[in-house]
């Protein structure tokens, strides 16, 4: 069914159906629900059209009490504009969630999750993040054929009833037409108790009957948690044995990568193009550099890279276009530049295209438009380029980033000498132009090569600064000085 709140009738009743009214005490036990929805989108402009489905959860009530029905979707419409509606699960609160008067959806949240993973591990399916604008962060989607979505759905049906520690208390179903009808869900065994007979869990002859679904705890429950439970044990002793060999080192990465030269007119939606031949220039720990980002950015490495210039475009470009030009890539993007080293170590290309689910027939490149001009324009990556990450900044709005950088300047006797930005913020101790407030300018500590120091202020210093293609024609030219 297309959402749309013409059909708000369909909808409420989606989330307070009359059967379970009494069951639910009117409703006030359900405390969230699983929802899944789809869109055909293009992975790229003018690209080919996909069913994209995504299954999420959302609370009920707030933890004020306020009733949120059904905004979760609601909201949807701001970035997807229109989609479409296939399921909705109901569940009641979790013994775990923080206590009765704050309703968590913890049952709720627990079920999605399972579901993402016995998604996975069947069916396989492709999956996109995608951006859309306002979003921290991106959001997870399968690429399901419009033929499968039946199959789809029914093992969605069959393995939240069957498979899930909290089982919904209810189901709706939507028709393409708008119609709703309830979903019948097989019937879960109301038993607990299992045993390991040669390696393999059975029931119990003496399991217990359990009146509750809600804590009947059968064979495939029992399954299935086995199931998770050995993938994560998998996943623990490849991390013990293999991950360190896969994963290699900074100085292994750094010693076969760093000066090859590669040719790419576009890297990312900043290149311009205008510099095509790139040259490794570092490997970088993620660990050390991105403290604060995601997990996978941690647990790996990354490469940098700049543009490769002859002398002439060394002298023509400029501190903009060199930025555009620069950037960083996993170690999995940059093998896909040199065939021989990626077949040499192709356990750990494959390792990192898993971490990173790389796709290398993705065009990461292209902006994603919606096919009508309503649509909102969307972006579809599963990495974004990251800048090279600047040193947090000790003062507001200062760009910390001018460290290092050099400027040349002429004084009172005539001559230019080199100097060197030692540091950026505000100058201790100075006072201001009225001579009793403390001086808020922002200065650029200089040490030039006589040994002299000064403060520049940014109107000076954008006179003086060199560009990094003036560095290095000048460090050339001249010996290079103590203070570098």
Request: hydrophobic share 30%; aromatic share 12%; with cysteine.
């Amino acid at each position: 069914m297309e959402f749309n709140t013409n059909k708000r009738d369909a909808l409420d009743e989606a989330v307070k159906p009359r059967d379970i009214k009494a069951q639910t005490r009117d409703w006030t036990s359900l405390e969230g629900f699983v929802y899944v929805i789809s869109k055909k989108m293009p992975i790229r402009q003018n690209g080919k059209m996909i069913n994209c489905v995504k299954i999420g959860m959302s609370n009920l009530n707030t933890r004020e009490g306020f009733d949120k029905s059904y905004t979760r979707l609601l909201n949807f419409r701001t970035t997807l504009v229109s989609f479409n509606l296939h399921r909705i699960y109901l569940f009641t609160g979790n013994d775990y969630d923080a206590n009765d008067d704050e309703p968590m959806g913890l049952s709720a949240r627990d079920a999605e999750q399972l579901i993402h993973k016995l998604i996975d591990n069947k069916f396989k399916p492709k999956q996109m993040r995608i951006w859309f604008p306002g979003n921290r962060k991106p959001t997870e989607w399968w690429d399901v054929k419009e033929k499968m979505i039946d199959k789809f759905l029914k093992f969605i049906d069959n393995s939240i009833m069957l498979e899930t520690e909290n089982p919904p208390v209810y189901g709706t179903g939507f028709t393409k037409d708008g119609k709703i009808f309830p979903v019948k869900f097989p019937v879960r065994p109301s038993y607990t108790g299992v045993q390991v007979e040669n390696g393999q869990l059975v029931r119990r002859q003496s399991s217990r009957l359990i009146e509750n679904q809600k804590y009947a705890r059968p064979l495939p429950v029992r399954q299935t948690r086995q199931f998770l439970d050995m993938t994560k044990k998998q996943f623990r002793e490849l991390n013990r044995q293999q991950r360190k060999e896969m994963l290699k080192s900074e100085e292994f990465w750094e010693a076969l990568l760093v000066g090859k030269k590669f040719v790419d007119p576009k890297m990312d939606s900043y290149d311009d193009g205008r510099y095509p031949n790139k040259v490794i220039t570092a490997v970088i720990d993620g660990k050390k550099v991105y403290k604060y980002s995601r997990e996978s950015d941690k647990k790996q490495f990354f490469v940098q890279f700049e543009p490769d210039l002859t002398p002439s475009q060394e002298r023509a470009i400029t501190q903009k276009e060199f930025e555009r030009a620069e950037g960083e890539m996993t170690v999995n993007e940059a093998l896909e530049y040199f065939d021989d080293i990626r077949n040499q170590y192709i356990d750990s290309y494959d390792f990192y295209v898993a971490m990173n689910k790389y796709d290398k027939n993705f065009d990461y490149t292209a902006p994603v438009q919606q096919p009508a001009p309503v649509e909102p324009v969307l972006s579809i990556s599963r990495r974004q380029r990251r800048p090279r990450a600047p040193p947090k900044p000790k003062v507001k709005n200062v760009p910390q980033n001018l460290k290092g950088r050099f400027v040349r300047k002429q004084f009172t006797d005539g001559n230019y000498y080199l100097g060197l930005i030692k540091s950026v913020g505000r100058a201790k101790g100075r006072l201001g132009s009225e001579g009793d407030d403390e001086d808020k300018t922002i200065y650029a500590n200089v040490v030039y090569e006589d040994g002299d120091r000064e403060d520049v202020d940014f109107n000076e210093l954008s006179d003086i600064i060199l560009s990094k293609a003036e560095e290095r024609v000048y460090l050339n030219l001249h010996n290079k000085p103590a203070f570098r």
